[in-house]
């Protein structure tokens, strides 16, 4: 049954980042943030895991209203 539902690309959320590995995890130091950092949340960023704005396109050919996760330090 998982095998059939693997095949089933209509319901991938991720369609091409990293289809190789069993899971795609990815991290990042907190020092290594700087100001900010911001991660992507539609899957179809080229430069994944980061944002590089495709969420827009995708948004604007399905309806959808994706966009990312920005992870900034407060002001002092
Ligand atoms: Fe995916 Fe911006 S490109 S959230």
Redesign the pocket.
């Known amino acids: 049954f998982l095998c059939a539902k693997k095949k089933s690309k209509g319901n991938w959320v991720n369609p091409e980042v990293k289809k190789e590995d069993a899971k795609v995890v990815d991290s990042c130091d907190i020092e290594d943030i700087g100001e900010k950092k911001?991660?992507?949340?539609?899957?179809?960023?080229a430069l994944?895991p980061y944002?590089?704005?495709?969420?827009?396109k995708?948004n604007l050919e399905t309806g959808d209203n994706?966009?990312?996760l920005i992870i900034g330090r407060k002001k002092s």
């Open positions: 911001v991660f992507c949340r539609c899957w179809r960023s994944f944002c590089d704005g495709a969420h827009n995708h994706v966009g990312p």
